[in-house]
């Protein structure tokens, strides 16, 4: 797909959404897990301060060959129960603590999750709070003795956005576990609130 939209291993891609960075937060992870240079637009296309264009684009497709899943970058769901991980939860703290599950089949949280939701990694205008901000919501997310940080969310786009600002703070880059919330909340694993 990368290809047929004229991206080469070596293209840098930047993306944006008007969602504050959770979309483009996820296709970024992704390439970047792929080893593909990508970025977000910081801000968001309200903080581009060039000209735009308009209209359609027709890309030049590119030959690349198709790369895997780094096993190392995705979590499955036993990862993401393990007690020897960092589990940190990127929703909103009324979906963490059980009080607001608006499409998933339980509500609360994986046992052993901190929460830290991703929009507290963003100033008033949409972009990464400074390093050092950011390492104290990283504080929030350490556990004694564990080294792999490992991210979920409600279906993976908010997870990403955080494992993107843990990176901009300082951290290794952690976990994507993708069955996130929809996945872990139709099993009959416990439930913490």
Known sequence: MLGRLGIATDTPVVAYDDLGG???????WMLRALGQPAAVLAGGLAGYAGTLDTGDVTPVARAIEARLWPANRVADLATAVSPDVRLVDARPASRYLGLDEP??????????????????????????????????????AQREGSDTLVCYCGNGAGACHLLLAFEHAGLPPGQLYAGSWTE???????VAR
């Open 22 to 28: 959770v979309a483009a937060a996820r296709l970024v």
């Open 103 to 140: 499409g998933d089949t339980r509500g609360g949280h994986i046992p052993g999750a901190v929460n830290v939701f991703w929009r507290d990694t963003l100033d008033a205008d949409g972009r990464l709070l400074p390093a050092d901000r950011l390492r104290d919501l990283v504080d929030t």
């Open 184 to 190: 872990y909340s139709a099993t009959d694993l416990p």
